[in-house]
């Protein structure tokens, strides 16, 4: 194998090869990168058998090849070499004393020589390759915002495998993303561009969290999606990426909302972000407490009392209906607030037990909140 | 204790008092900031006991006081506040039932309320106060770069309690500061604006590193500096920085240093510290492998070979002396090269089995590399 390649689109597609390269794993060859050089492109490919990613760049491949060279360190030469132009060529070296095969692959850029060790493909897990029956498609922006403003609700409790996931779902022209973790729902619902047959899949949250690094904030460009029996593949840019789908059936999310509500209030998102994050100054790990909103008149007085101290804070609102005093974990009313782009918001309470429901008028996103008893 | 002040001022007076608070600490007085309120000033005092710092700022005294805070909360709370004029306000509550008395502080800022509790001082250890008989004056920016710039050289080994404080030397108008770690030197010579007595003293390196972080970079502005019998003091803007000193003799320098030499080689210092940066890209904990200069002709060859790969690479130099091949710890040159404020820099070179002097003509910075076998 020899290449001569733009170090611009090298470091760019490795960065994205790394996404599926695991932070420490079991198996060596989860850690390497396959370096695939044929007809002027060079194919680099990660897999670390739930998420995989093949990504491709354009190059002056004088001999075609593959190799596998380890991630990281691939990496972190690639990003210190001093020219634009890089060289990669493997080389054999059989030891004439054991016939041992000592394979090694020098990258020449400037006057910098490297010669690191590589292995065979042989080993390497390729992706398999699927094709959907149908290709859904959506922007890199929105695909991009629907999975930040959900992925926060995600859990990481693997024994309820469903919940390390998230619910992709379409119905006619609407899709409908969904994460929850037992104490708050984040749903997000997005208008496509044409009617599709319905999809109903369980889509890693890793996946998602990955990806979303991954694709750009371009509203122009698209992302192609296909599902097969347990896959779900994402193709955009030189770039596809496979995942397996979680097994299982996910929650009857419907059952859980409700529009029904008591008391609505108005608040200004940037005021009360503020305010809720104070109170996380007071919040120690030993002593969970909540925040408490007592809503009356046309205020809401935020309090938390803790071990440490107590704070106290009024804000002004816009309210209709029943007053209320009700508690909540101000990590997860952080979560939802950050992640909605509108200044004025919009909550719906019942009453102290009941979850409160943060929605917009068209129902873009809804995000449920379960109260604490305090 | 009631205080009106500047969110601004109390913000920058808690950065340098939490220079002085442990990480963490067995004893938990050590995590608390005094506040000390009278004659319209508040001093804030920290000190873990090998370090101590108390530094003062304007504000509106309405009622003297003085009161423990614990460091980092507050530290988190003032940040956090809306407005830039913040009430304090301590509280006795005495709870008629057990007659505990029950202290907290009120912090407001704008609509914020925090109650945090306080204790009381009498634990707390306030600074001793020392003079010296001469005060020793040096620019905040020279007393800083002459930290930064040897300060990596101490070492960390607690066993050997001198080495992990600088060597601080005054002979006539000379300051000489001089860290070491059994591995190489580092030593910056300074001309100070007058003459003073001799000194000779260790400063412990942790007090050099939080020093360093509180002093400005402003040439103009004064630090002063005078030694007691055990501690030493450093005067500056509103704030006093006491420290023990270590105990001990601390190496005969000079004994270490020569000017012979076989070789001199003369480098560009941006070149020179890539190509050695790099080949940390090979170097694994496991095989502390060293950096080759070969030194021929007017060029060194720098190569690096360890259990994962090799590199190798050419840079252009002036050369005066005999050929010599030798091998170093590439973050040993890495860290002397980058406290270098030149473009062109001179290596002195005896022999492979000698150290390596990089130093000026005027012998403002030396530093001494020992080499490593290979």
């Given at each position: 194998?020899?290449?001569?390649?733009?170090?611009?689109?090298?470091?760019?597609?490795?960065?994205?090869?790394?996404?599926?390269?695991?932070?420490?794993?079991?198996?060596?060859?989860?850690?390497?990168?396959?370096?695939?050089?044929?007809?002027?492109?060079?194919?680099?490919?990660?897999?670390?058998?739930?998420?995989?990613?093949?990504?491709?760049?354009?190059?002056?491949?004088?001999?075609?090849?593959?190799?596998?060279?380890?991630?990281?360190?691939f990496s972190e030469i690639v990003k210190k070499l001093p020219n634009n132009?890089?060289?990669?060529?493997?080389?054999?070296?059989?030891?004439?004393?054991?016939?041992?095969?000592?394979?090694?692959?020098?990258?020449?850029?400037?006057?910098?020589?490297?010669?690191?060790?590589?292995?065979?493909?042989?080993?390497?897990?390729?992706?398999?390759?699927?094709?959907?029956?149908?290709?859904?498609?959506?922007?890199?922006?929105?695909?991009?915002?629907?999975?930040?403003?959900?992925?926060?609700?995600?859990?990481?409790?693997?024994?309820?495998?469903?919940?390390?996931?998230?619910?992709?779902?379409?119905?006619?022209?609407?899709?409908?993303?969904?994460?929850?973790?037992?104490?708050?729902?984040?749903?997000?619902?997005?208008?496509?561009?044409?009617?599709?047959?319905?999809?109903?899949?369980?889509?890693?949250?890793?996946?998602?969290?990955?990806?979303?690094?991954?694709?750009?904030?371009?509203?122009?460009?698209?992302?192609?999606?296909?599902?097969?029996?347990?896959?779900?593949?994402?193709?955009?840019?030189?770039?596809?990426?496979?995942?397996?789908?979680?097994?299982?059936?996910?929650?009857?999310?419907?059952?859980?909302?409700?529009?029904?509500?008591?008391?609505?209030?108005?608040?200004?998102?940037?005021?009360?972000?503020?305010?809720?994050?104070?109170?996380?100054?007071?919040?120690?790990?030993?002593?969970?407490?909540?925040?408490?909103?007592?809503?009356?008149?046309?205020?809401?007085?935020?309090?938390?009392?803790?071990?440490?101290?107590?704070?106290?804070?009024?804000?002004?609102?816009?309210?209709?209906?029943?007053?209320?005093?009700?508690?909540?974990?101000?990590?997860?009313?952080?979560?939802?607030?950050?992640?909605?782009?509108?200044e004025e918001i919009d909550f719906y309470f019942i009453n102290p037990k009941?979850?409160?429901?943060?929605?917009?008028?068209?129902?873009?996103?809804?995000?449920?909140?379960?109260?604490?008893?305090?």
């Amino acid at each position: 194998m020899k290449i001569v390649c733009d170090k611009s689109l090298l470091t760019s597609g490795i960065g994205i090869s790394l996404r599926a390269i695991p932070s420490k794993s079991t198996m060596q060859i989860l850690s390497f990168i396959a370096i695939v050089a044929e007809d002027n492109k060079v194919r680099l490919v990660s897999n670390n058998l739930e998420l995989g990613i093949e990504t491709e760049l354009d190059a002056n491949v004088i001999e075609g090849g593959k190799i596998c060279v380890e991630a990281r360190m691939f990496s972190e030469i690639v990003k210190k070499l001093p020219n634009n132009e890089i060289t990669m060529e493997v080389n054999d070296d059989t030891n004439s004393d054991s016939g041992i095969k000592n394979r090694t692959m020098l990258i020449k850029s400037g006057k910098v020589k490297f010669e690191i060790a590589v292995m065979s493909t042989d080993e390497f897990v390729f992706l398999p390759n699927f094709s959907g029956d149908e290709n859904i498609e959506i922007s890199h922006y929105d695909l991009k915002n629907i999975i930040n403003q959900t992925e926060f609700s995600i859990s990481d409790n693997e024994n309820t495998k469903v919940m390390t996931g998230e619910l992709f779902e379409i119905k006619g022209n609407n899709l409908r993303m969904v994460a929850l973790d037992g104490n708050r729902i984040a749903i997000r619902n997005h208008n496509l561009v044409k009617e599709y047959k319905d999809v109903r899949a369980i889509i890693p949250g890793k996946t998602l969290r990955e990806l979303s690094k991954i694709i750009s904030d371009d509203i122009e460009k698209r992302v192609i999606i296909y599902f097969s029996d347990n896959h779900v593949t994402f193709k955009f840019d030189n770039t596809t990426v496979l995942s397996r789908l979680i097994d299982g059936n996910y929650y009857n999310v419907d059952k859980m909302l409700t529009d029904t509500h008591n008391l609505k209030v108005t608040v200004n998102k940037a005021e009360m972000l503020e305010t809720v994050d104070r109170s996380l100054l007071l919040r120690r790990e030993s002593d969970k407490k909540p925040i408490i909103f007592d809503i009356y008149d046309d205020h809401i007085n935020f309090s938390m009392k803790t071990s440490v101290g107590s704070m106290n804070e009024d804000i002004d609102v816009t309210k209709t209906g029943d007053d209320l005093k009700i508690g909540f974990n101000p990590k997860f009313m952080i979560d939802a607030l950050k992640n909605i782009d509108s200044e004025e918001i919009d909550f719906y309470f019942i009453n102290p037990k009941s979850p409160c429901f943060i929605r917009d008028e068209s129902k873009s996103y809804i995000y449920l909140i379960l109260p604490i008893n305090f």
